[in-house]
């Protein structure tokens, strides 16, 4: 069967895990326990997939290294407090990767979670060892340096062509872009789908099955064509 792609590359944070709101609400308790001025949810969700101490910069650019160590600490402080039972996957998400899977596509995430929350999460969902690889922003370039990219398509021996991105957030697009890849934008996570389009993803989609539905018609085109 032919398909145009070979490797799905994912986002976590608001593409697969409904995670964003917790990302948010732990975002302001650091803050608050920081005594920095909280920033509204808008400008939080803007700064969700960099890597964390990317992220606390963008939000507090005169933030010293010694108070960023203890902003990232309160953090994760509260995030875990939250994520004792981690974040539900988006609908879909579940039976979509099954069926990627059994159709003999490869898949992988690239993450601006650092890789232990990364990990824990993954044996949450028993899936330690369900992707092909696995790339957290605290052991290569933060979104959107394609480094992390890079390194998947490597891994994998695909080339970028036969890759596909997805996310709901600029820096997910842009590193797809930066590695010559094809992406798709995911509107029901961190960034509104509207924002999204200047970054001329091949599809734009406001529900995780819409991905597979996609991809289905286009392998179904391809066959067709010999």
């Known amino acids: 069967m032919r398909r ?17 709101g ?51 600490q309160r953090y994760a402080d509260s995030y875990m407090a939250m994520d004792v039972e981690p974040s539900k996957l988006f609908d879909g998400v579940h039976e979509s990767l099954e069926a990627f899977r059994s159709e003999g596509y490869r898949l992988a995430v690239a993450t601006g979670k650092a890789r232990r929350g990364l990990d824990r999460v993954l044996k949450a969902h028993g899936w330690i060892d369900y992707f092909d690889a696995t790339r957290a922003a605290d052991e290569t370039a933060s979104k959107p340096d394609p480094l992390m990219l890079n390194e998947i ?9 036969k890759a596909l991105m997805i996310g709901d957030a600029s820096f997910d697009l842009l590193m797809a872009r930066n590695a010559g890849m094809d992406c798709v934008a995911v509107g029901y996570g961190a960034q509104a789908l509207d924002s999204l389009l200047q970054y001329e993803p091949r599809l734009a ?13 286009r392998t179904a085109e391809s066959s067709l064509l010999g």
């Open 22 to 72: 917790r990302i948010v609400e732990a975002m302001r308790a650091a803050a608050e326990l920081s005594g920095r001025p909280v920033r509204d949810d808008l400008a939080i969700k803007g700064i969700i997939g960099l890597g964390l101490p990317e992220a606390i910069r963008t939000l507090y650019p005169d933030i010293t290294a010694n108070d960023l160590i203890d902003f990232r």
């Open 153 to 161: 398509l490597q891994h994998c021996g695909v080339p970028p062509e």
């Open 205 to 217: 989609i406001e529900h995780f099955s819409e991905l597979r539905t996609w991809l289905g018609a």
């Open 4 to 20: 145009d792609y070979e490797l799905l590359i994912f986002d976590w944070d608001g593409t697969l895990s409904d995670s964003i």
